[in-house]
Nanobody, 124 residues
Framework: QVQLVESGGGLVQAGGSLRLSCAASGRTSSSYTMAWFRRAPGKERDFVAGISWSGGITDYADSVKVRGTISRDNAKNTVYLQMNSLKPDDTAVYYC?????????????????WGQGTQVTVSS
């Protein structure tokens, strides 16, 4: 089992920045693909960004491709999501997910472990 705990969410004005963190514990391994998803009110859980176990491969949703950066520190079992130029449309609960695989899927059904989520609210 892997436990994931997100932090770093909060209220920010449009144009601001946030860095989300996801700390993994339990049967952690650097061979896990990690990703961030988000769920806005009334919407599905959408892929935001993902990173391979080595950190060498990343993928981003078009909506955050220029504004977001995903990274990981395997020594700390932590994954980060830096979000800049935040917009009100970025308001959502952000979830960290893990998958023991070399692949980097964007479908949330392909992930095995989930955190509880952290709320990000962007005011206009």
């Amino acid at each position: 089992q892997v436990q994931l705990v997100e932090s770093g969410g909060g209220l920010v004005q449009a144009g601001g920045s946030l860095r989300l963190s996801c700390a993994a514990s339990g049967r952690t391994s650097s061979s896990y693909t990690m990703a961030w998803f988000r769920r806005a009110p009334g919407k599905e859980r959408d892929f935001v960004a993902g990173i391979s176990w080595s950190g060498g491969i990343t993928d981003y949703a078009d909506s955050v491709k220029v504004r977001g950066t995903i990274s990981r520190d395997n020594a700390k079992n932590t994954v980060y999501l830096q979000m800049n130029s935040l917009k009100p449309d970025d308001t959502a609960v952000y979830y960290c997910a893990a998958r023991k695989s070399l692949f980097l899927p964007t479908n949330p059904n392909n992930y095995d472990y989930w955190g509880q989520g952290t709320q990000v609210t962007v005011s206009s």
